[in-house]
């Protein structure tokens, strides 16, 4: 009975203390106190050194303290959000009906466009000077069609591509998008070293022949997705060529146009479609694009960053 007495003696005293202390402290530095984490608290209370009693004064006093400074916080400003100009408004219209679909309805990106709030080419122009060409010509070698619009749709559909940019900038944290920068972690002298060996990527690439300028022509995520997975990889692309040979022996070569566990399917020489159920007939597929398919399983994180990191050397 005695030790019992001495040991609750001894537990009110340690937790007298620490009220002392915790009251001293939170007149001082509230918030910082606050700021430790629960899981130190926890640790510290289920030390053996602890009693159950000192462990539910620490949780609890824990929580008091973070409320307390939760309450004593700031509430963030409210961010304003600009207004359109008449001419944004109006290109909003304009972008809805041609742009939407790959860049997404507000330009922060879509399924197939890029993010063109965060656009580099968007950030560097004036009044127009770099959009408006870009929209009226296209790019060569990727999916931006030319589009044919008057002058005043362009001087709109411009105003609203800045006008989403500018409201993309009051949004912190809120993008969807992934930045250029995002992804410019690597080395790109590893990369070289990897691209010439281990990676085994010049057997079938040239930086001076297909993939010169790539860098270009890509950027961003959409240039490290054509690196990893060129489009129409699932079924060989245009390139595959698939030879099939029939239960009587016969055999049809020609461009791989169809592929799934089921069925197989090509176009012959003269641009005949020819399909076959896959376990009734024998095929071999050579496909230039396997290749990457094959690196999937060996590449490390380092290997993709470097990787990229050199063929964005490549412009």
Known sequence: MQNQMNYRSQTMTKCHSISIWMMRAASVAVVTIASLSTQAYVHAASSPAASPALAHYLQASNGMMAQAA???APAPAPVEVPKPSKEAEAGGAVFMNNCAFCHGRDAAGGESGPDLTRDKLVADDKDGDKIIPVVRNGRANTAMPA????DTDMQNLQAFIHYRALVTATQKGGRRGV????LQTGNAADGKAFFEGAGGCNKCHSATGDLAGIANRYEGLALE???LYP?????????AKVTVTTADGKTVTGVIAYRDDFTIGLHDSNGVYHSWSTSK????IDDPVQAHIDLFPKYTDKNVHDLFAYIETLK
């Open 147 to 150: 589009f044919s619009l008057n």
């Open 225 to 227: 997705m054509h690196m």
């Open 231 to 239: 489009v129409n990889a699932r079924t060989g692309g245009s390139h």
């Open 179 to 182: 930045d250029v920068s995002d």
């Open 70 to 72: 939760q309450a004593k």
């Open 281 to 284: 007939v024998k095929y071999t």
